[in-house]
């Protein structure tokens, strides 16, 4: 017997809701399409639904401890709104936490998606054996969540962990927040797909010109296929990709001093490809990397090093995901399970828990 | 009746030390040249003396709680050892804490001088009203610090808040550290001198010119009082300054969402030259600042608006430091009134006060 909670990973795309028991075993995952164009009863319609089946099926196993949501977007941790949410459209300023706790009669706990990937890889993934530790998440665009003391780091206002916005080239390419040059113009997908762009069209890079050509729906992942083929501009592109993201972690490690970067998302599978340029930017640009770097081969895995070391952690660790794309949806199972604890991080206090309907 | 403490700011030119209250009432305060000349043993000596002076002097007002001394350096925190101190040199591997202790048969605690401004200001200046904060301090470099929860953030080995090391250009002014571009390269006193300098050397700077020639000293200060008379290429410095300034604030801003950010330090004087640069780069460069800057004058003081606020702080305030010189005078002092409560940030625990010698 072992109490259980269900995390919902709420994409744009997908919505995928599981059953996780308390030591971090999944009882059952369930995947449905996000019926996003159908509007945003539909889609809480769908996911209380699937909520409501793993909670009777399981319900002999353990107590359900709660439901924990993770969500695009930033969420105003008070009331339980979307602020901003551009992958759902027409949810934003909606009380998404009230609506779904009505339709299912208990306690409901909301977190940013990134947020709750970076929960997921310190309580199961790569950075489990330490208890502060920084993650970012490289999709569509480029976000990040923070753990101190094994809590999300929240922020005076529920939106910290913007590392996507961190700024890498002062006069660099126009984002959609308003700055330039900010770290999601360099490593997201959409980045990756659009410095390919910019290449063909400059007449410099045949193989990815042909790729492009060839496949309409022309993705970050033909560009990795391609630099693992050897093609050198697509290569060049996964080392701009690292250069950018070895300046943030850099600028992070001299901020933070933390024991652990973990790189995740779905443009973390091209790790081999951007890695060693990540660690090529930290050893130059951070000289309390240098001081605390393990001492492995640089470029090398290092999660291997990610032990357990008496007296607490002395070497900084920066290293790809483990959970893949499950880690936003155990770690927001995770969140009902610690929730009490982590209410000074400002869930609201003395929340309680209920029977599910 | 009030306790007090000693707090000593050890710089590599001053060495300064002040009897404290709990209510952070100034009792004295000494100024000692810092003999770094003579030797570390003669520097340790005149501290020792000076702490004792005061010790005795007030022992009847109060209880003594220790003894706090804020050091230009990186700090081993478990042994008490400089690890790095350009300003100290002959001080880098030496057990700095050990000896002092041993001279003053009671507990001292060691701080990096950046961090122990911020604790300063976070008790008794800017930010004495909010629970989370960063420090930047402009002097002939660049430091910082970060409070969370009142308590210094110190990172896994002491090393957070280097934001001077914060890469600002990619490919910028090359930094001793071993980066490029840094913000220390455009935003120290150091930095400030250089670039009059590179102005005069383009012959595009007749007023830096004129006062360079005029002064074998030339000095950050120089160039502020020309920027104030109206001197542009003077002005133009310190627009840098705050571009600089800005877009490290802005990553900070995304990344960790605190309530306040403080700048400090003595180049943070010229705050009326530079400040205005660095709300422009914060409303472009930051949508988190932009959600939750406060409605005032951009560019305006916004010290008035760091009040409490219902519910905890949600406006984003940058703000330049309250107590100049003494911040981290008065944070060294602060150090063992919360020695205990801030244990877990990595003060040897179970450390206890003895009578002073």
Redesign the interface.
Known sequence: MADFSIGVDLGGTNLRIAAVDEHGVLLEKVTLGTQVALGRDRVIHDMCEAIRHLAHKYEGSGALQGIGIGVPGIIDM?TGTL?ESPNLPGWAESPVRTQIEQMLGTRVILENDANAAAFGENWLGAARNVD?MAMLTLGTGVG?G?V?GRAI???????????G??????EGVQCK????GCLEQYASATAVVRMAREAIEQHIAPGLSHAASANPEFSAKAVYNLAIQGDEEAKKIFRRVG?ALG?VI???V??????MYVVGGGVSSAWEAFSPAIFDELR?????Y???APPSVPGEEQGASAQVEP????R?IVTRALLGSDAGLYGAARLPMVADEMVSHSYPAGAKMRKII
Not at 177 to 180: E, L, S
Not at 254 to 259: D, M, S, W
Not at 284 to 288: E, H, N
């Open positions: 008070k602020r502060d990040g923070i101190f780091w929240h922020g005076m206002t529920g939106m910290a962990g913007e590392f916005h961190i700024t890498v080239e002062p927040c308003g700055n330039r250069h300046i850099a600028d992070l001299n901020a933070l001093n933390l024991p130059k640009r951070s000289m309390v240098a001081a605390t007296g607490g952690p002395t900084t």
